[in-house]
């Protein structure tokens, strides 16, 4: 990916990075993002039972509504470590708070790396309040950078448009390329604006965009620990403030929206050892709902994702892949293409999978089935599944 890339800054951010040698030395590891005053804040955590020691402090602090700080590690995910886990997740909030002159509970803290490893703090404190200290000195790419694990490009967006007369900007970076699949994904993104924005409509805006962007996202079927977004609004661009129900809460959810979708399709593009970006797209369904189940099910589906990478347009994975979810449907009215390629109607072979395979050499290929039950549809991005996907994996923690 190309880091000359333009993004807009939102008013009132400073950023700073460090090297603390987490899992090992040779890059910064450490981000602090800072707003220079108090911002309204609302967070989307993982829905795994198991949750990081940072997790659980997050969803606890998220509930006052405020923040003014967040500070991410890379290398050590903080979790399945007991009471030492919270204790240092602790620590190293109280170290940016004690930097910044902060209340402690206005910072939010996130992880990202090894479970089951506790954080090696005698390297890290030092480095958080020297990065404290020193706010300011790196940019949301750097940001960026520090909270990347596997991931082989930094992952940043941002969007400005108008309200109320105001310029206002959205600016977000996440980590992410693997342990992903709905409900979120094995993801830390942490979103700013200076947007004026209630409590409730910025809650209600993160959700639906959450939902319809990192929800609507899988790598390997598989949830993560960890998973946190964040969005901080502390409203410097001086518009009048978005409430829920009007047409700036219309257009400020959709400019998040568009954000987050970016991000999301940069984690699948990144896919561990991924290729190709696979895009199902499930239509004529009786509802979105059931549209979801078929579509998570293909866009899951190993077998699917191995013939994708394989340039092999195997329609029998993607109806087998359907019929396994138990859902309801005819399988005798079925339509399916790839790309433009329409390779099964009403359930039968069109024989043009030679045709339908030279769609799959493109590094976006859109997986398309037609149930013929309804008006509903609902679309998934997925990657291939590789033999690198295997060796990132079997090599992870060493």
Sequence with gaps: MDETRKYHMPEGFLISTAEAAVKRPGRKDIAIIYSTVSAVASGVFTRNLVRAAPVVLDAERIKH????????????????????????????????????????????????????????????????????????????????HAIMTTDSFPKIASARFKVSGKDVTIAAVAKGAGMICPNMATMLCFILTDASITKDALDEALLYATEQSFNRITVDGDMSTN??????????????????????????????????????????????????????????????????????????SLLVKTAVYGCDANWGRVIAAA????????????????????????????????????????????????????????????????????????????
């Design 65 to 144: 509504g405020t923040g003014r700080a967040i500070v991410a590690n890379s290398g050590n995910a903080n979790a399945c470590t007991g009471k030492r886990g919270m204790a240092d997740a602790e620590k190293m909030s109280l170290a940016v708070a004690d930097t910044l002159i902060i209340p402690d509970s206005e910072v939010f803290v996130a992880s990202t790396g090894v479970i089951g490893t506790p954080l090696p703090l005698a390297r890290m404190l030092p480095k958080i309040r020297e990065a404290a200290g020193n706010i300011g000195n790196s940019t949301l790419l750097d940001a960026a």
């Design 227 to 300: 998973d946190t977004a964040i969005v901080l609004a502390n409203g410097l661009a001086g518009n009048k403030a978005v409430h829920t129900g009007t047409k700036a809460f219309g257009v400020f959810k959709n400019a998040l929206t568009g954000v987050l979708m970016s991000l999301a399709e940069m984690m699948v593009r990144d896919g561990e050892g991924a290729t190709k970006v696979l895009k199902v797209l499930v239509k004529g369904a009786q509802s979105e709902e059931a549209a979801l189940i078929f579509a998570r099910a293909i866009a899951n």
């Design 323 to 398: 019929g396994a979810t138990g859902a309801a449907f005819d399988p005798d009215t079925v339509d399916i293409y790839f790309g433009k390629v329409k390779v099964v109607k009403n359930g039968l072979t069109t024989k043009k999978d030679a045709k339908a395979a030279i769609e799959l050499k493109n590094s976006t290929v859109t997986l398309t089935i037609d149930l013929k039950m309804g008006k509903a549809a609902a679309q998934l991005m997925s990657c291939d599944l590789t033999e690198e996907y295997i060796k990132i994996n079997a090599e992870y923690r060493t």
